[in-house]
Each structure stands twice: as structure tokens, then as C-alpha cells.
């Protein structure tokens, strides 16, 4: 959790531009600590910035199934699906909801 907040204050205190990687690394660390809410947060805006990036995507599904974001995750299988439907990302985001 320490490292956390020392990232928050780094970014702020340099006034970084977050990209997706970033964002993507802070929401996994809240994921890990078993803070799904703050790990939602961070990688829906980093899905936002980069729709994409297999490492956002990952933590996104995950910290919206612990939310029990049904319809979220239904909108987004069904995205997912018809953009690539032949990754594995897309199939396992449908078969969380």
C-alpha cells in the first residue's frame, strides 16, 4: 500500500501525464491488495486512454467481476467480441458475466 501512495504522490508532485501502463500497474497493485473498487477505478481510465492493452483489460474484468458489474461486463464481452473475436481477452470478459 506504501508504494501506492508514493506513486499517487509522484504523479501528482511531477504532474506526470498518466498513460495507460501507469494506470494499468496502480489498478493491478489495488487489485492485489484486495481493493477491487480503487483497482475499477484506475483501469477503466486506463482502458479509456488505450481500449486495447491486454494488461488493463485484465484488471478491468477482474475488479468488475468482484463488483458483480453484470451489465458492464455483458456490454463489454459483446465489444470485445465483435472488435477481436478471436482473443482470448474478449472470450474470458464474456464468460465473467
Request: net charge negative; glycine share 4%.
Amino acid at each position: 500500500f506504501r508504494s501506492l501512495l508514493l506513486i499517487d504522490i509522484m504523479s501528482n508532485e511531477f504532474n506526470t501525464i498518466d498513460t495507460a501502463i501507469s494506470l494499468s500497474k496502480k489498478a493491478e497493485q489495488y487489485y492485489e491488495i484486495s481493493q477491487p473498487e480503487m483497482a475499477y477505478i484506475y483501469s477503466r481510465q486506463a482502458t479509456n486512454i488505450d481500449p486495447f492493452y491486454k494488461n488493463g483489460l485484465i484488471i478491468y474484468i477482474a475488479s468488475a467481476v468482484e463488483l458483480n458489474l453484470k451489465t458492464e461486463l455483458y456490454y463489454l464481452g459483446h465489444e470485445l467480441t465483435k472488435s477481436s473475436p478471436k482473443s482470448a481477452i474478449a472470450w474470458y470478459a464474456v464468460g465473467c458475466y
